[in-house]
């Protein structure tokens, strides 16, 4: 019988092969689903590495077929909902599809913060990117970087569409504001995201379109930055005036932070004033009362993202880049105006 590898050691592809009878050519052919081997054979090996808990070196095998199987994917403000639910869901695409993800996030979005993070996933020998950023400047900085792997951002800026695949964050706004008016509101605030965010400025012009549209009066957009805190401040102040019946709020964390206002002024919602978020983070629906919200199908968007990149890298055929429509889920925190 072949000796078993010494304990201590993990196993190698050469430990495989002597004890399966076979050579490491074989092993690698099998682990790399070579047409030519005998299904005996095959079956032969993989019971041996089950045997062994034998793990293939990826970087080894990157250099033996010049492929790592491996995506990368460049991240700014990945704290924030959207950005990580995206990077969850292209991950699981990923391992679905056979690849591993190598995520760099960047703190800053400066010139050499971005380019240190595309050195870093390039050193790695990443098959694609996926470009996860917020602000508009960091397109701009990618702009002026030779990419020599295929690339998908997760943001439309209106400049390079043919790599852009995103949810349609105008649509959403719509949705929202045009619920918001067929209820019977025609005082309606939008509070905002950050000014500098791509999704934040889709969402406000969606608002303005619909109001427009709609020919309904509107107010100057008041602009926060996604925490609940500034939610709860913001609807503070507002309801100083009160010359409102219902709020927009641009994501899910700070229409619970209006949701707390309302209720410390003794109000009711949605009653007194109805709210509406965007995101429908899991929390949404056991808010009090559930919020009503726009849905992002994060789970979609990671399988096209994927599919789109392996069609580029000539694993699969790529599907059109482009958006994909969120869904308004109406829950009870909107309602008719109690005129």
């Known amino acids: 019988m072949p000796e078993e590898p010494q304990r201590g050691r993990a196993p190698s592809i050469r430990d495989v092969a002597r004890l399966a009878g076979v050579s490491h050519q ?13 299904p005996e054979t095959k079956q ?4 041996v590495m089950g045997e062994l808990q034998y793990k293939p070196n990826r970087a080894a095998r990157a250099l033996v077929t010049s492929r790592s199987r491996t995506l990368g994917i460049l991240s700014a403000s990945s704290t924030q909902y959207g950005p990580a639910s995206s990077i969850a869901a292209i991950e699981s695409a990923a391992r679905a599809a056979g690849y591993w993800v190598s995520t760099a996030n960047i703190e800053s979005s400066d010139a050499a913060s971005i380019a240190d993070a595309l050195a870093h996933l390039t050193a790695q020998g990443i098959e694609g990117l996926v470009v996860i950023a917020p602000q508009v400047r960091v397109f701009d900085t ?23 695949l995103s949810v349609d964050q105008m649509a959403g706004a719509r949705m929202a504001t045009r619920h918001l008016i067929e209820l019977g509101h025609r005082s309606i605030y ?9 999704e934040a400025e889709a969402r406000m012009r969606g608002f303005l379109e619909e109001m427009s549209a709609q020919d309904v009066a509107t107010t100057a957009p008041i602009l926060g930055d996604w925490t609940a805190e500034f939610g709860y401040y913001a609807g503070r102040e507002l309801l100083t005036v009160r010359d409102f019946t219902a709020i927009f709020a641009s994501n899910d964390q700070m229409a619970l932070g209006l949701m707390h206002a309302v209720r410390d002024a003794g109000l009711d919602i949605p009653r007194d004033v109805s709210i509406i978020g965007f995101d429908d983070i ?10 009503t919200t726009v849905r ?10 994927v599919a789109l990149l392996l069609g580029d890298i000539g694993d699969a055929s790529a599907e059109a880049a482009g958006t994909i429509t969120p869904e ?9 105006p109690a005129f």
């Open 190 to 198: 939008h509070l905002a995201g950050p000014q500098d965010w791509i």
């Open 26 to 38: 074989t092993v690698s052919r099998v682990l790399n689903h070579h047409p030519s081997i005998r």
């Open 282 to 291: 899991p929390e949404a629906a056991h808010f009090w009362p559930p919020l």
């Open 142 to 164: 990618l702009a002026r970087l030779e990419m020599d792997v295929p690339y998908v951002s997760l943001q439309s800026t209106g400049r390079d569409d043919d790599h852009a």
């Open 328 to 336: 308004l889920v109406v829950r009870r925190s909107t309602g008719a």
């Open 44 to 47: 032969r090996v993989l019971d």
């Open 296 to 305: 992002q199908d994060f789970g979609e968007l990671g399988r096209r993202c």
